[in-house]
Antibody, heavy 119, light 110 residues
């Protein structure tokens, strides 16, 4: 059974950075895409960027380009998303999503990580 | 990149059919066949219901179907059931390795 497990909730002050991890169990990231999607309270899903495990390339949404970094650890079992320059509008649930059928549909979702930005 | 356009709400009675639209442009939905649909119940992570416009992942009932015409994609839920009440989001590949989501539609089963 596939499980995508993310790191726990975080509370950060404005201007700080947050790094959320995503680990797969019963599934290998290799050959699939990994996307990060966030959802502010009561708001829509918002795509932040993706990591291509085939070649290690990344692409970020224009909105987050200057502040987000997606990386993979050397063991290739954990993916990280770091968001810098946090502001109150970044308060949201952050999801790690992996593909299976194609690069652009998310089959396996993590449980979500709530990031709260508050002074 | 702005979001794909979805109606904020849709509704139907049990047993009826309902269709939710998702409108993009010739640079996203109109250009590619990578349209997906997700179902999200309150407090839960989204669940993939349709990928590549009209394909169903394993385990998704065939009451759910997808289609596309021009710049608009559609999700049809037939034989509505109470448990289908949820938020539904479309997404589309938008070229240059970008993805975009719709604004979401709240489906109410009356």
């Amino acid at each position: 059974q596939v499980q995508i497990v993310q790191s726990g909730a975080e509370v950060k002050k404005p201007g700080a950075s947050v790094k959320v991890s995503c680990e797969a169990f019963g599934y290998t990231f290799t050959g699939y895409s990994i996307h990060w999607v966030r959802q502010a309270p009561g708001q829509r899903l918002e795509w932040m960027g993706w990591f291509n495990t085939g070649n290690g390339n990344t692409k970020y949404s224009q909105k987050f380009q200057a502040r987000v970094t997606i990386t993979r650890d050397t063991s290739a079992t954990t993916i990280y998303m770091e968001l810098s320059g946090l502001r109150s509008e970044d308060t949201a649930i952050y999801y790690c999503v992996t593909s299976y059928y194609d690069l652009w549909s998310g089959v396996y979702w993590g449980q979500g990580t709530l990031v709260t930005v508050s002074s | 990149q702005s979001a794909l356009t979805q109606p904020p709400s849709a509704s139907g009675s049990p047993g009826q059919s309902v269709t939710i639209s998702c409108t993009g442009t010739s640079r996203d939905i109109g250009a590619y066949s990578y349209v997906s649909w997700y179902q999200q119940h309150p407090g839960k992570a989204p669940k993939l219901m349709i990928y590549e416009v009209n394909k169903r992942p394993s385990g998704v009932p065939d009451r759910f179907s997808g289609s596309k015409s021009g710049n608009t994609a559609s999700l049809t839920v037939s034989g509505l059931q109470v448990e289908d009440e949820a938020d539904y989001y479309c997404s589309s590949y938008a070229g240059s390795y970008n993805l975009m989501f719709g604004g979401g539609t709240k489906l109410t089963v009356l």
